[in-house]
């Protein structure tokens, strides 16, 4: 499969939301377009310039192609469970496989040693100068309290389903042991 390249640049993100019709799609849409909730010292996820996607009018027409053929989007998604971590990892695969300037190398990739689980990769990736790169992918759903510890931007005040979890013990372990 060929894919095209659009690069002049344009960082708009002026698109219609309402013109796409498949929910695949729209869910895609909102991934390039979602700010990350924190930010790190570490690379986060490609930047639309580098999913070769960073001028507006491209980046529309590539959508509007696979919203007019979502069925490209079956092998990634067509059985996909319904925990939105996982729909998640399904929407980024499906995006790093298909953009024009990614291609996706492997997922869910268990590394061991010496009969020694070491960990998991959740992606790996190859970029357009042809490098592997190795993306780690999270989304919680954090409820914000209106009273709490600190200020309301306090990362302790949005705490998880069954109030077990928090945004800053998520960070504290994702900052630590990730």
């Not at 939301?17 to 790190?40: E, F, I, K, N, Y």
């Not at 570490?42 to 639309?48: E, I, K, M, V």
């Not at 925990?83 to 268990?110: F, I, K, M, Q, S």
């Amino acid at each position: 499969m060929t894919h095209s390249r659009c690069a002049d640049g344009d960082t708009t993100d002026r698109y219609e939301w309402d013109s796409l019709t498949h929910p695949w799609v729209r869910d895609l849409a909102w991934l390039l377009h979602a700010p990350d909730l924190v930010a790190t010292a570490y690379a986060g996820r490609p930047t639309l310039a580098e999913l070769g996607l960073e001028n507006s009018a491209c980046r529309q027409a590539w959508l509007r192609e696979l919203d007019m053929a979502p069925e490209r989007l079956e092998p990634y998604l067509g059985e996909c469970p319904r925990r939105l971590g996982l729909y998640h990892e399904r929407l980024w695969h499906a995006l790093l496989d298909l953009a024009p300037a990614t291609r996706l190398l492997a997922t869910n990739l268990v590394l061991h040693a010496h009969g020694r689980t070491l960990g998991e990769l959740d992606l790996l990736y190859v970029d357009a100068q042809g490098r592997p790169v190795h993306l780690e992918l999270a989304i919680k759903y954090y409820l914000g309290l209106r009273d709490g510890p600190g200020d309301a931007r306090d990362p302790a005040r949005w705490i998880g389903t069954g109030c077990a979890d928090s945004l800053a013990r998520k960070l504290h372990h994702t900052l630590r042991h990730q």
